[in-house]
């Protein structure tokens, strides 16, 4: 079922109309009843990147560093680096980018994107901080000295080169059946509640459901707070017991790192030990409140899940209180680095809040790491490239500071109130592609 998809050139018009940023401000997507696409035959998706296109890119950029960007391939979507195999075939690189090395002297920043295979603007807005981080630029040189970044573009590559009916369709699952045997349970086992046997998700453009038809997982629900969890650790009955009960197996628990992706960047994490985490993604749609009606870009979160107990070890886990602050003074840094007057980059708003000890950002956070979440507005099927440029900016430009504060120590100064007077989310427009049913 994977294929490659076709080829389309953009007409030039067309081409140099989204290397411009202005005509994206006169764009009239922030009306309340028209910022999404409905018709999809008018988006073209074709200029993302596919998984070849990202390996050319990454080799090139690490080409031209001059030594100082590294491209490493830390696992594969089927195998992990703790020797975990879920195919035959090893399956996509998971690609990590380092920027310097995880020195325990310097301050550590580790940035995902596309953990959601549909989520695709993270991974190219990912590319634009690389191509800015291996510049001779004399800041950047000084912000390195100080800064190590680790980088993982796209961290689920089956989903971003999905195919459905011959056409390129990213998804948000990864590509995995749920195979209890192999793990040592017993057939009948319940699979993890993120998992999708059927290979659906709901259709982009709201008609109905999309069977695609591969089962796959949310891999980011397969995070525990117990980073080192391990089904084959523990006694078969005990686990089954867990999987097999409503109770217990559903979003208010730790996931079972059953896909190899999970593991790979968790495994990238432990080695690393980062001061910051921050995962990119994409959401739906929304404007500031009733009275403000620009599109909000990029929703923030310092926060995402509550004080932990793993239900199978006993061991608590929390969120501390100097690791909260650092992770509020850098979201809240991130939205101040958006502010321009009216312009809507600086319609910024928190993100709903949530409790899911299985994300990524999660997980991280209840082990000793501040985290920022940003989540970008629109999927990759409802905008296309519409507004890429200026999506990409509302990403790299908080990024970026948040490195210079990291490294001449100024995060430390900025109040994290400003965190809290954030706007709460709010205003959701009725947006035939918002699935209500999913967070980030
Ligand atoms: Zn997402």
Redesign the pocket.
Known sequence: MKGKRPKLIWPTALALTLGLSSPVFADPQSRPNGPYVEDSQNISLSSFMSNEELAATLQKLEAASQGKMKVEIAGYSNWAPDGYKTAEDKGYPLYLVKFGDADPNKKRIFITAQ??GN?QIGAEAAIDIMRKLSSNDQEVQNILKKVSIWIMPRINPEGADNTYEGKWYPT?YTHQTWEPEKLGLSEDTAAPWYYRADGSERAQNNDGRVYYGIPGYDQ?RDYNPNLNFRIEDYHPSDVAAFLNNKETNNSLYGGFYVTAEARTVTSVFQQFKPDVYIDL???GFNTVSDDDNRSVPVQLAAVVADPYTDPFTGKHYEVDEDVLTLSKQVNALAAQSLQRGQSHFGAVQKYPDVNLPGTALGAFALNDTAIMLIEIKGQSQTLGQKQSGMLRQTVTTPLYEVFKAMADGSIHDIDPALYDAIPEADNRISDPTTRDDQH?
């Open positions: 953990i959601h989520e948000r980011n993604h994409h959401r980030f």
